[in-house]
């Protein structure tokens, strides 16, 4: 994975918060590789799937509250329960900026699949061995944290056409 796709997705977090949510954001702390881990979450997961020419996904994770006001701004309406509109909501937004971040990395075709929410406490994820993920820690401007995770890899036979 190259530093200029895990960027490409910065951006388009970046991008889609501040349009979408009116939020801005910044790194906050180290980020983290993790590979053959099984790594811990917030709350609230929305992980969408990358194929085509890659193999990977991206996913936001965020405490239940900060994901909740994220989507009430993203929807424009308060969103006070744990339900369908805030699950689905919180899978669009990863599915918008996993969209974003593709037409960012012109040089490779990537398909996304439908997204998938996860809420729980103590949730965990396998970071699988030989295809890890990249952490990055973010500190939302006037309060609350979340973290975007990619997971990028170009097979040998594509890399090879680049």
Not at 56 to 77: D, N, Q, Y
Not at 99 to 114: P, S, W
Not at 124 to 147: D, L, R
Request: aromatic share 6%; charged share 25%; proline share 2%.
């Amino acid at each position: 994975m190259e530093a200029r796709h895990v960027n490409a997705f910065i951006e388009a977090t970046l991008e889609t918060f501040q349009s979408m949510c009116g939020v801005t954001f910044h790194r906050k702390g180290a980020i983290r590789k993790v590979d053959g881990e099984i790594v811990d979450t917030d709350e609230l997961l929305g992980i969408v799937g990358l194929s085509g020419d890659v193999r990977g996904a991206v996913m936001l994770t965020t405490e239940l509250e900060i994901g909740r006001k994220l989507v009430s701004k993203f929807l424009m309406e308060d969103i006070n329960e744990i339900n369908c509109d805030l699950m689905d909501a919180w899978g669009e937004l990863v599915n918008i900026l996993a969209g974003a971040a593709d037409a960012k990395i012109e040089e490779l075709k990537v398909e996304l699949a439908l997204p998938s929410v996860v809420y729980g406490r103590n949730a965990k994820f396998y970071a699988k061995a030989g295809n890890p993920f990249v952490i990055i820690p973010m500190e939302i401007k006037g309060g609350g944290t979340f973290s975007l995770g990619v997971s990028m890899e170009i097979p040998k036979n594509k890399a090879a056409k680049r």
